[in-house]
């Protein structure tokens, strides 16, 4: 069975901490991406990245980066925390081969709450 | 930006009744996913659709693709409280904001 896995289900940081979500799939993916997701706006990509140590700007980069040492993990740093980063996030992996290349599979989710 | 937008962006049935959800799409695709999403979770992809087909089944759901309208609509027979979720639209990476669907016992 596909697995994505991230690091916390809840989080709670204060303003200016540096945060980091990580990120694990166990399907040997090359793609992954992370998405934070609001009320009445749904998912927004943020980063995403198509092989080991590459990556690629989503819609909202802003106070955000990745980073992406190894294939299995992909991992979200918030690098001072502010309130307006309150939401939740959630990981993805895709195959790029043939077959159905655009299908993701998403972890959880992690709640971020930011005081 | 929005490839996927949803339509309604709420629904509510009774258990029992088909439901029904459409989106829009403003590029040219290859394919269209639907995701389901339970509250406070990760999305589950339901079903792909491919440009070149205009309707594909998957047990109670039947997904229908519309590419001169740049429109798909996904439809639940025969809900269940089970069902009870956010349904999203996408296109590669981009997805719509969802349907919350609920369905009342």
């Known amino acids: 069975d596909v697995k994505v896995t991230q690091s916390s289900r809840y989080l709670v940081k204060r303003t200016g901490e540096k945060v980091f979500l990580e990120c694990v799939q166990d399907?040997?993916?090359?793609?992954m991406f992370w998405y934070r997701q609001d009320p009445g706006l749904g998912l927004r990509l943020i980063y995403f990245?198509?092989?080991?140590?590459?990556?690629e700007k989503g819609d909202i980069p802003e106070g955000y980066s990745v980073s992406r040492e190894k294939k299995e993990r992909f991992s979200l740093i918030l690098e001072s925390a502010s309130t307006n980063q309150t939401s939740m996030y959630l990981c993805?992996?895709?195959?790029?081969?043939?077959?159905?290349?655009?299908?993701?599979?998403f972890g959880p989710g992690t709640r971020l709450t930011v005081l | 930006s929005q490839q996927g937008e949803e339509d309604p962006q709420a629904l509510s049935i009774q258990e029992g009744e088909n439901a029904t959800m459409n989106c829009s799409y403003k590029t040219s695709i290859n394919n269209l996913q639907w995701y389901r999403q339970n509250s406070g979770r990760g999305l589950v992809h339901l079903i792909l659709?491919?440009?070149?087909?205009r309707e594909k089944h998957s047990g109670r759901l039947r997904v229908t693709l519309d590419t001169s309208k740049k429109s798909s609509s996904l439809l639940i027979t025969a809900s269940r409280a089970a069902d009870t979720a956010s349904y999203f639209c996408a296109t590669k990476i981009i997805f719509g904001k969802g349907t919350r669907l609920h369905i009342l016992p």
């Open positions: 399907m040997d993916h090359e793609n």
């Open positions: 659709i491919r440009s070149n087909e």
């Open positions: 990245s198509y092989d080991v140590k590459m990556k």
């Open positions: 993805a992996s895709s195959f790029q081969g043939g077959g159905s290349p655009d299908t993701q599979y």
